[in-house]
T-cell receptor, first 107, second 115 residues
Framework: DAKTTQPPSMDCAEGRAANLPCNHS???????VYWYRQIHSQGPQYIIH???NNETNEMASLIITEDRKSSTLILPHATLRDTAVYYC????????FGPGTRLSVLP | GAGVSQSPSNKVTEKGKDVELRCDPI?????LYWYRQSLGQGLEFLIY????????KSGLPSDRFSAERTGGSVSTLTIQRTQQEDSAVYLC?????????????FGEGSRLTVL
């Protein structure tokens, strides 16, 4: 499985866009990029995934660079309830989760 | 219910005892994963089942840990001779994808405390 690198923590002001980066420079051509988040004491929740093209759903947008070596998850208007640990994963056989980014949305 | 169900939600045991944790995946999901999460840490992969294929056990930390999946549905994670360092939340997830590219649906976890 390709490994990912994320900053350990980030802050974002409520109502502003939260941009969470992820590096996955060893990604293979058929591997997808997935994002999950885990709110305190709950199981992780799927957010979005993509292969090459940018993706958007009701929760977030995913921007993948043309060389696919990095991506950014965008929460367009962060709320206090978006405070969580965000995991970037490159799909493989066993969905290995790294330590993620702890996002704190501040009032 | 429609989600992944895990039991027990909480388990307190004494060091040296065996424990069994159960996961009931979403009906029809062929892939099932077990993870462990110690306090303040990220998710640690333990084992992955996909249909009738041999499971990927590469994440099991020791031979005290084992898991079964009967009939392609319910899974049981067994920890023998529990140690204090086994204390953690054990999370189960399932997916409908046959290629490990699908969305994972997680249960709420089983919190294990070894005294």
């Amino acid at each position: 499985d390709a490994k990912t690198t994320q900053p350990p923590s980030m802050d974002c002001a409520e109502g502003r866009a939260a941009n969470l980066p992820c590096n996955h420079s060893t990604i293979s051509g058929n591997e997808y990029v997935y994002w999950y988040r885990q709110i305190h004491s709950q199981g992780p929740q799927y957010i979005i995934h993509g292969l090459k093209n940018n993706e958007t759903n009701e929760m977030a947008s995913l921007i993948i660079t043309e060389d696919r070596k990095s991506s950014t998850l965008i929460l367009p208007h962060a709320t206090l309830r978006d405070t969580a640990v965000y995991y970037c994963i490159v799909s493989g056989q066993n969905f290995v989760f790294g330590p993620g980014t702890r996002l704190s949305v501040l009032p | 219910g429609a989600g992944v169900s895990q039991s027990p939600s909480n388990k307190v045991t004494e060091k040296g005892k065996d424990v069994e944790l159960r996961c009931d995946p979403i009906s029809g999901h062929t892939a099932l994963y077990w993870y462990r999460q110690s306090l303040g840490q990220g998710l640690e992969f333990l084992i992955y089942f996909q249909g009738n294929s041999a499971p990927d056990k590469s994440g099991l930390p020791s031979d005290r840990f084992s898991a079964e999946r009967t009939g392609g549905s319910v899974s049981t994670l067994t920890i023998q001779r529990t140690q204090q360092e086994d204390s953690a939340v054990y999370l189960c997830a399932s997916s409908s994808s046959r290629k490990a590219t699908g969305e994972l649906f997680f249960g709420e976890g089983s919190r294990l405390t070894v005294l």
